[in-house]
């Protein structure tokens, strides 16, 4: 009997030719220019600072096509899908660089990281063959690069405020830095139609954020700004006033490290908190829920496993409402696992019989990793349950639903600081 199973195997292997994935060996290889290397501002914007060259991979029977996937990502993110810097090279092409302002830029605003600090990067190249009638293995290969990103020369200010003919209330009003972004300053104020100014104070002098244009109202247009002093009788020199056209609460972003203004009016839908309609436990038959989302109830190990979560009580940021934040005691608790659900228990009549029923964190929407593309085909790993190890400080791609209840972010011990960024569907945790 275990000769005919043998043979019954062997017959079956046979059926299935996997010549070309035993016989062929793989022989791209994969360097970097650099292993380590510090970016310096105001580098000219089209000069590559690291290049990255492969060599092509095996050769195959004419019919197979092959392509060339190249992937950047920080190592920690392991090329996640939401982080990940993706690129399908054209024929014949065997090499990818990037330049200062994109890896400074990847690496702060995309990846959150500090300048103060070096980060490793890792390139990944992956060859994948199509039009064959037989499957061919992928060829991958990866190399890291170890990278300083520079530190910017930044607007300074002891005291920043809003000023000017298009004040109500009191003539000046201090405006505060973001709990989320040391950089970056916001308030909502009661304007009216007139001259906007920012002035600040910074070592006993007054100076004014202007516009380097006119100042014409552009309605949540990221706008460049310059600093200008006072003149020297002490009066504030032309060119100061942003303009606003009527009256209402205006959003008022100013980025001291991108030396940028941003102005909302009260119309503008980026005023609008993130809302999201779901039904529990994703049962279609429930009648949807709509809830507008401005607090995060925290659920899982890190709760004790509680039904009801644990109320995180966040702070709504100025510069976006749709950025919540917690600051407070770390919150890791028993093995790490948490996510976070938008209710702590809704009771409704979701069946329409009259009949009220209870749900609660566990039932609702909430907020979990979002899984990861290993392979680089644009699609996430597939699974039921999850488990993510934190990288402190980085921003990290989440999903949202209701059906997502066995995914976790794991907590790393002293976690007291979390950013959450639903516009974006991101999440960046920290330790404070």
């Known amino acids: ?35 380590s290397m510090k970016l310096v501002e105001n580098t000219p914007a089209d000069e590559p600072v690291v290049t990255f060259t492969w060599t092509p991979a095996r050769e195959m029977p004419e019919e197979y096509l092959v392509t060339y996937v190249t992937m950047l990502d920080l190592k920690v993110n392991q090329f996640g899908t939401s982080t990940v810097i993706r690129n399908v090279e054209d024929d014949g092409v065997f090499s990818r660089s990037f330049t200062t302002a994109q890896l400074q830029s990847y690496i702060t605003n995309l990846w959150g990281q500090p300048v103060s600090e070096d980060v490793t990067l890792s390139f990944k190249v992956i060859a994948k063959w199509s039009g064959g009638d037989k499957f061919i293995m992928p060829e991958s290969r990866t190399v890291d690069v170890d990278v300083r990103p520079y530190r910017p020369v930044v607007f300074d200010a002891d005291v920043v405020y809003i000023s000017g003919s298009a004040k109500t209330g009191i003539s000046r009003q201090i405006v505060t830095k973001t709990l989320e972004n040391d950089y970056v300053y916001a308030i909502v104020s009661n304007l009216k139609e007139g001259g906007l100014t920012i002035p600040v104070s910074y070592e006993g002098l007054t100076q004014y954020i202007s516009p380097q244009g006119d100042g014409t109202f552009q309605d949540g247009v ?16 032309d060119g100061i006033s942003w303009q606003i056209p009527s009256s209402g609460d205006y959003r008022i972003v100013i980025d001291m490290l991108d030396k940028t203004v941003t102005i909302y009016s009260p119309e503008n839908k980026f005023n609008e908190p993130f809302t999201v309609t779901w039904q529990p436990n994703s049962n279609a038959s429930l009648t949807p829920i709509t809830t507008v989302v401005t607090n995060l109830w925290l659920r899982g190990a890190t709760a004790g496993w509680a039904k009801y979560g644990k109320d995180l009580k966040l702070t709504q940021s100025l510069a976006d409402p749709q950025v919540l934040v917690y600051k407070g005691d770390p919150i890791n608790n028993g093995d790490g696992r948490t996510s976070f659900s938008i209710i702590s228990k809704y009771v409704y009549d979701g069946n329409g019989d009259g009949s009220e029923e209870e749900y609660n964190a566990n039932n609702a929407y909430q907020f979990a990793p979002a899984r990861i593309d290993s392979d680089g085909d644009g699609i996430q790993d597939k699974g039921s349950d999850y488990t993510q190890n934190l990288a402190l400080g980085t921003w990290m791609p989440m999903s949202g639903g209701t059906d997502i209840r066995g995914n976790y972010f794991k907590c790393n011990k002293g976690t007291n600081f979390i950013v959450f960024d639903l516009r974006n569907m991101r999440i960046r945790f920290e330790t404070k």
């Open 1 to 35: 009997m275990a000769v005919v199973s043998l043979a019954a195997c062997s017959n079956n292997y046979d059926e299935y030719d996997n010549s070309y994935i035993l016989d062929n060996k793989e022989t791209m290889t994969l360097t970097s220019s650099e292993t």
């Open 222 to 237: 990221t706008l460049p700004a310059k600093m200008l002093g006072e003149n020297e009788d002490g009066t504030a020199p």
